[in-house]
């Protein structure tokens, strides 16, 4: 408990001075500076990403008529948790998630089977009318924006998608030292919309996906020489992994599991838990398959002549809306961080206020032996600004052993102290926040290593 009551985001978020609430703003975060340098560090890693993966960020309204949300099927079931406006005798509302904004994107042009996949990235604000006694620190939030993206697919593109969103979960949770357990939702055979075959060519692909990133076998070979298809039930997992233990096949990277029946009514999910260090599960990634917002949203795009043909083989109807020309893309739900606000709470509790290098609020202070060398450490610490770091500088009156313990108290990553001799030679001497000592460095080859150390998104340090 103790542990847990040191970990908890609001007393680490009051120590650090990252964040506050306030009653004129019910469930509403406010980010001091320092809490608002790691929010913007976590964007800035996403929208990175974005660009090596092929996203385009996209900027959309925050509030919209009713008339959309009753098109995208949200004012039915979502209205009591929607925050809404008169204006001129019409009803807005503050939208809760980006996706009927991005359907609209997609639908303001003619598009082709040749630009999908179509990948937009949002970082937009949203609101959501939580009830006051659920609302809980960052983890339960009325406002908050989420590193959400809609991904616009064709059929046979939803295996390799789905594995390219897998495979960015996990590369962004490794760095962050957490474990991504991963489970497939399947239809509820009494509460879903869409064709049967769809349905089952949709989760197939999902599961594809899942062994092709998992390093489960789609199919393996038990002692008595039957052929068993592996779908993340508990039985198929146990025979799997006695056939492991025994050699027969190589231990995969985890074994997904199934949820049978608990998929959407408009598709199925791959759901993702990840787990921190004190072995507690969150759900902040999502991964969801949509057939029911491109049938509202009437989308379509061209199709080759390939697909034509292979639908017309496989007996289905070809065309939508009249053209014989159209199909629906399916889409894509997806969500690495989640609510920015969630994954920071997470996160501060996971580190225990203790940031990594390239997260870190406070990641540097410069520390002079003695008053001499002010001016130095004062030139050091404008040269490392200028070089985009977060930078501070101990000219107190206090002793040079309380200015290094300060700097370990209150989590700088490194000191760089400064005596006479690295005045004279131009260096800083480098110590983590471990209280390793790393030696003598040139200013220059100071700044070369931090920046190798932010950029490689080390937990080092």
Known sequence: MEAASARNHRNVGKQQQLFLFHELSPGCCFFL???????????????????????DEVITPNMFH?????????WAHYEENMFKVEIEKEIHALKPMNCPGHMLMYASASRSYRELPMRYADFGVLHRNELSGTLSGLTRVRRFQQDDAHIFIRRDQIEEEIRRCLDFVHFVYEIFGCTCIFNLSTRNPEKYVGELAVWNDAESSLAKALNTFCG?????TDEDGTEINYDGSPLVIKKLKRLVAKGNYPEPRQYWKLNPADAAFYGPKIDIQVE?????????ATVQLD???????????????????????????????????????VVVHRAVLGSLERIMGVLTEHFAGKWPFWLSPRQIMVVPVAHDQDSYVTEVRNILHEAGFHVDVDVSDDTFKKKVRTAQTEQYNIALV????EKANRTVNIRTRDGQQHGEKTIEECVNWLKELKNSYSRAY
């Open 33 to 55: 500076p320092h809490g608002a340098r790691i929010y913007n560090a976590l964007v800035e890693f996403i929208r990175n990403e974005y660009r090596k993966r092929g996203y």
């Open 66 to 74: 009713h008339k959309l949300w009753e098109t995208s099927g949200h």
């Open 216 to 220: 489960t076998p789609g199919v393996f």
């Open 276 to 284: 921190d260090c004190m072995r507690r599960l969150h759900q902040c």
């Open 291 to 329: 057939f029911q917002l491109p049938e509202r949203f009437k989308l379509t795009y061209v199709m080759s002549e390939e697909e034509k043909k292979m639908r017309e083989d496989a007996g289905e109807t070809v065309g939508v809306d009249g053209v014989a020309a159209y199909a629906r893309p």
């Open 418 to 421: 400064c005596g006479a001799q």
